[in-house]
C-alpha cells in the first residue's frame, strides 16, 4: 500500500515471491526484477502474472474481467489484456518476497498443465498473446508465444485429439502451407505408429532451422 500512499498516480504494484514444493523447499523465486517494460519482462521470464503479487488501481480496470470460460490461463489473460489496455500505466516493482506459494496434491493447479481438457484454453490464450505480438512487431514475444501455442498443439496431437488438433493447425495464421503439411503428415505418423507428435517441429523462419519441440 505504502507506494499508492506516497504517490497518488501510481496505477500498479507488484512485488517478489516464492514457489515452495510439499516439503517447504523454495523451488523458484518471481518477479525479482523490473525493466520498466513489463510485457517484455514476461517474455524473458522475469515477471509471471497472477493475482497474489499485484495491485491494481480500479478506476484502470474499466470492463476487464476474467473469463470464466476459461479452464486454464485465467491469470495470463486478464493480465495481458490489462496490460495492454493502455500504455500510460505507472507501475512500481518492490524487490521483496511477500508470500509463497506451496505446491501440493490437493493445489487446484497441481499438474494442471497436464490436464488434457484445458488445452484449448491455454492454446487459446497463447494465440491472443501471439497475435498481439505480431500487431507489434515483437521479434521474441513472436517466437516464445508461437512455440508455446504449437506446442499445445502437440499435447493435442499426443493424447489423441485429432479433430481439434486438425481443426486449429489449418486455421493457425502463422505458419506456411509447407509447414501445415509437414505438421498434417505427423498427423498421420501419430495415427498409424503413434510416434508422430514427437517428431512435430517448428521452424525457424528468421534462422531456418528446426527445432523440436519438448
Known amino acids: 500500500m505504502q507506494p499508492f500512499i506516497t ?9 517478489a515471491f516464492e514457489n515452495v514444493n510439499e516439503e517447504g523447499e523454495r523451488t523458484r523465486i518471481a518477479n525479482q526484477r523490473c525493466s520498466g517494460n513489463i ?24 470492463n476487464i474481467k476474467y473469463d470464466e470460460t476459461l479452464k486454464k490461463n485465467q ?5 495481458f489484456r490489462f496490460f495492454t489496455s493502455t500504455n500510460q ?13 506451496r505446491a501440493h496434491r490437493g493445489f487446484m493447479f ?5 490436464d488434457i481438457l484445458k488445452i484449448p484454453s491455454i492454446y487459446n490464450v497463447y494465440l491472443m ?9 515483437h521479434s521474441k514475444g513472436f517466437i516464445v508465444y508461437k512455440y508455446r501455442s504449437l506446442n499445445s498443439l502437440k499435447v493435442m496431437l499426443h493424447n489423441g485429439y485429432y479433430r481439434d488438433f486438425i481443426k486449429r493447425l489449418l486455421s493457425f495464421p502463422y505458419l506456411s502451407m509447407i509447414q501445415k503439411i509437414y505438421l498434417m503428415g505427423c498427423v498421420l ?15 525457424d523462419s528468421k534462422n531456418h532451422k528446426v527445432r523440436k519441440l519438448h
Do not use: C, T, W
Open 75 to 79: 491469470d495470463l489473460d486478464f493480465f
Open 89 to 101: 500505466l505507472k507501475i512500481v516493482h518492490l524487490n521483496k518476497i511477500l508470500f509463497s506459494v
Open 39 to 62: 510485457l517484455d519482462d514476461l517474455v524473458d521470464g522475469h515477471v509471471s502474472f497472477g493475482p497474489y503479487s499485484y495491485m491494481l488501481r480500479r478506476d484502470k480496470l474499466e
Open 129 to 137: 498473446v501471439l497475435s498481439y505480438f505480431v500487431q507489434q512487431e
Open 110 to 114: 497441481y499438474r494442471s498443465g497436464r
Open 189 to 203: 505418423s501419430q495415427f498409424l505408429v503413434n510416434r508422430g507428435a514427437n517428431q512435430f517441429v517448428i521452424i
Open 7 to 15: 504517490n497518488p498516480y501510481i496505477d500498479v504494484v507488484f512485488s
